[in-house]
């Protein structure tokens, strides 16, 4: 009896060690033997400070600026793993339409509304480039390089916007970032040999710009009763404006020294640029023949070149009965173009 008791012991104590039967209950348990590593390779570059200035160094950010005139992004960037891990610093600008929302940099929009600048370090060889407008509408003057020390380095993109580069209407605003709408977005990038990047953005203006020229004076001869007496060849209008337009030429009725006066309603033009076939002066003031727009109305932005050239071919019809004479008084030509603001 006593062996019998020993083994039902010996069965029980060994049914425990194998688990089958547990003593108590486990309501959590704990494994602290593995373990997680993290190894930073590279430090992410650092945009210590930035501006838009222009050529006096006076910070145009948050301003508008003229067309014409050298400007200035500079900026100074440090890099930690040292200088030759900047690969590019690229600086995208645009004119944002009303759209702050996004980063809108796009060329197929035109090369009046697009920027895009660079500093190439990919080889150790700084190198500048004007990657977009391609065709002169904005163009890269000297940059410069500064080095402070083995890490930090300060840039300056110098540029002069074109002549019809798109203006900014309505009133600025100041603050950080993208706040002004219908102004100019900028944002300026830093890219190292492991991709990191780091990145600020601001914006500032543009004034309007109008300006326009003239390739010559007309001169038509003819006979009373002769219709289309046409001049010897076209002139040329030359214009720049950086936004929506208007063109108009107008006159007075020219006249004789002795006083004699030729309706300003026989004097037609013809221009294939303006698609304009045997258009005639008005009689009525202020007189003006649009070549583009109307009193109320504007041709849309160029969105690509810096002028646009206007043909026109002037003839007169000359009535029956005018009095024989040379009509050089009151006998200029008015051309004006006008920028809207808007």
């Known amino acids: 009896m006593r062996k019998k008791i020993i083994a039902i012991l010996v069965l029980v104590s060994l049914i425990n060690i194998a688990g089958v039967v547990a003593a108590t209950d486990i309501g959590s348990v704990e494994h602290s033997d593995s373990t997680l590593t993290v190894t930073v390779t590279g430090a992410t570059p650092v945009i210590q400070w930035y501006n838009f200035t222009d050529s006096a160094g006076l910070s145009k950010i948050d301003a508008e600026v003229d067309v014409g005139s050298v400007y200035n992004f500079t900026v100074r960037i440090n890099d930690t793993n040292g200088w030759s891990d900047i690969e590019y610093v690229n600086i995208t600008a645009w004119y944002d339409n009303g759209n702050d929302l996004t980063d809108n940099y796009n060329t197929t929009v ?51 916007p074109g002549n019809q580069i798109r203006h900014t209407p309505g009133a600025y605003t100041v603050g950080a970032g993208w706040n002004w709408e219908r102004s100019w977005n900028f944002n300026i990038s830093v890219v190292d040999s492991t991709n990191l990047k780091a990145w600020v953005h601001d914006e500032y203006g543009i004034y309007r710009y109008s300006s326009i020229s003239v390739s010559g004076s007309v001169t038509i001869s003819g006979a009373p009763g002769q219709n289309w007496c046409e001049a010897p060849s076209s002139i040329d209008v030359t214009c720049s404006s950086n936004g929506n337009y208007s063109l108009y030429v107008n006159m007075s009725d020219p006249r004789t020294s002795s006083g004699d006066v030729l309706n300003n309603e026989t004097i037609g033009l013809n221009s294939t640029a303006a698609s304009k076939t045997n258009e005639h002066f008005p009689s009525a003031a202020p007189y003006r023949l649009y070549l583009y727009g109307s009193g109320s109305t504007y041709a849309a932005h160029k969105t690509s070149t810096t002028s646009f050239v206007t043909d026109i071919l002037y003839h007169c019809d000359i009535p029956l009965g005018q009095p024989t004479g040379t009509y050089d008084q009151y006998n200029n030509l008015y051309y004006v173009l006008t920028t809207q603001d808007a």
């Open 110 to 160: 035109g090369a009046n509304l697009n920027m895009f600048l660079q500093y190439k370090n990919t080889t150790g060889t700084a190198e500048w480039s004007m990657l977009w407008p391609t065709g002169g509408e904005a163009t890269l003057g000297t940059c410069g390089e500064v080095v402070i020390d083995d890490y930090t380095h300060n840039l300056t993109f110098r540029f002069t």
